[in-house]
């Protein structure tokens, strides 16, 4: 496949709502440790890769996730939300840092929401001189 084909929007729509890959373009300078991709072998068996969408079920998020790294602030990667739907009718969310298995059957109320990469200032007090408001 060609990365014209690569860099088209895509969307899925699966038990626990729509999801899409590349609806935005990347920031220059930004790493991805996985592209978005949407691979499904049937109907009820895929996995989505996004950077477009995080998930919220309750107070709890499941959201990509952007580091920069506080020794090199130029080195910013953006890790990927994953949703995988096996055959025995769970769901899995994986970001960086959790897993949730869900069960089909007995969803809970979810809720999906764009996201994009954003950096925020860091105002710590006390200042640890990591470098990233620029002092």
């Excluded at 699966?14 to 440790?33: D, K, Q, R, V, W």
């Excluded at 919220?56 to 953006?78: F, G, S, W």
């Amino acid at each position: 496949m060609d990365d014209s084909t690569n860099n088209r929007m895509k969307k899925i729509v699966t038990p626990i709502g729509e999801f899409t890959i590349n609806s935005y373009e990347i920031p220059a300078g930004y790493t991805l440790y996985s592209s978005p991709a949407i691979v499904s072998d049937s109907d009820d068996i895929y996995k989505i890769i996004t950077i477009d969408q995080l998930i919220q079920i309750r107070a709890d998020k499941y959201t990509p996730v952007l580091h920069q790294n506080c020794m090199i602030p130029e080195e910013k990667t953006i890790y990927p939300l994953t949703i995988i739907h096996c055959h025995d009718d769970q769901i899995i969310l994986k970001d960086h840092y959790h897993s949730l298995t869900l069960d089909l059957h007995k969803l809970p109320d979810i809720q999906i929401h764009p996201w994009y990469p954003l950096l925020k200032k860091k105002s710590c007090i006390p200042c640890t001189n990591c470098g990233r408001c620029g002092w």
